[in-house]
């Protein structure tokens, strides 16, 4: 989340998101599901998608490839 959302912010000409501490995110609202989500589940890949159902996310304008291709 940190990586996309601070591009996408980036994008927006606005300023980066805050960082909060696990600590401190466990006493806000949201609490533990918050930071679980927050840190813990993994980015998402579609190879399957793209292979069974043919699949063809288009690319996102904000997204900057910092690959360099």
């Known amino acids: 989340m940190r990586e ?7 994008w927006l ?3 980066p998101p805050p960082q909060v501490s696990v600590e401190d995110a466990l006493q806000m609202e949201g609490g533990a599901d918050a930071v679980y989500y927050g840190t813990q589940m993994r980015g998402v890949s579609n190879p399957k998608a793209k292979r069974e159902l043919n699949f063809q996310p288009r690319p996102l304008e904000w997204v900057v490839d ?3 291709s």
């Open 4 to 10: 996309w959302l601070t591009a996408f912010a980036q």
């Open 13 to 15: 000409n606005a300023p």
């Open 66 to 68: 910092r690959r360099g």
